[in-house]
T-cell receptor, first 116, second 113 residues
Framework: QQQVKQSPQSLIVQKGGISIINCAYENTAFDYFPWYQQFPGKGPALLIA?????SEKKEGRFTISFNKSAKQFSLHIMDSQPGDSATYFC???????????????FGKGTKLSVIP | GAGVSQSPSNKVTEKGKDVELRCDPI?????LYWYRQSLGQGLEFLIY????????KSGLPSDRFSAERTGGSVSTLTIQRTQQEDSAVYLC???????????FGDGTRLSIL
């Protein structure tokens, strides 16, 4: 059972445009939602994260929107640049003591290509 | 360096051999995590440590997989009697404590011939 569903699988955006990646989760116990950026041959790098007590978080050109009732969250990259071309992963975890705690459950990833 | 360090970066071995993968976390980080990244399965959790103890081993795919952490720092992931389906990138992450963001190393790419 895939607990975090991510879409689209791939995305092509013009330089300066907005990139939008969506994720949906099933487990209502999840309470921490990070996004990671991964370049080829490198490990995932934490980009931005959100907790369910807020509906939006912005850091520079990156914004997470969170909809708790719909169990969905999304990453918006404003003014996308060729250097943003990478694979993006959403993830979720629950942070309490018990089975399955603290481990990140990842979406399948979105390969973003920003063309000049 | 200040980041999570993993070695070797690449490992090629024959089916049936044992392999040991090493992870050196960020200094001061008490929590350490192992994940596996493969084309078919994506990023999968394997095991985490808080200090030297591993409260949750549920992600280890079989009893051929084991991990240990000594001195609250370096961790090794051991795969015995490797199989071709073990081919993947094994990623290690660490965090200051269990409720803090996880920071990943660049992984060990394991290829089983």
């Amino acid at each position: 059972q895939q607990q975090v569903k991510q879409s689209p699988q791939s995305l092509i955006v013009q330089k300066g445009g907005i990139s939008i990646i969506n994720c949906a989760y099933e487990n209502t116990a999840f309470d921490y939602f990070p996004w990671y950026q991964q370049f080829p041959g490198k490990g995932p790098a934490l980009l931005i994260a959100i907790r369910p007590d807020v509906s939006e978080k912005k850091e520079g050109r990156f914004t997470i929107s969170f909809n708790k009732s719909a169990k969905q969250f999304s990453l918006h990259i404003m003014d996308s640049q060729p250097g943003d071309s990478a694979t993006y992963f959403c993830a979720a975890s629950k942070e309490w003591s018990g089975a399955g705690s603290y481990q990140l459950t990842f979406g399948k990833g979105t390969k973003l290509s920003v063309i000049p | 360096g200040a980041g999570v360090s993993q070695s070797p970066s690449n490992k090629v071995t024959e089916k049936g051999k044992d392999v040991e993968l090493r992870c050196d976390p960020i200094s001061g980080h008490t929590a350490l995590y192992w994940y596996r990244q493969s084309l078919g399965q994506g990023l999968e959790f394997l095991i985490y440590f808080q200090g030297n103890s591993a409260p949750d081993k549920s992600g280890l795919p079989s009893d051929r997989f084991s991990a240990e952490r000594t001195g609250g720092s370096v961790s090794t992931l051991t795969i015995q009697r490797t199989q071709q389906e073990d081919s993947a990138v094994y990623l290690c992450a660490s965090s200051f404590s269990l409720q803090q963001p996880q920071h990943f190393g660049d992984g060990t790419r394991l290829s089983i011939l």
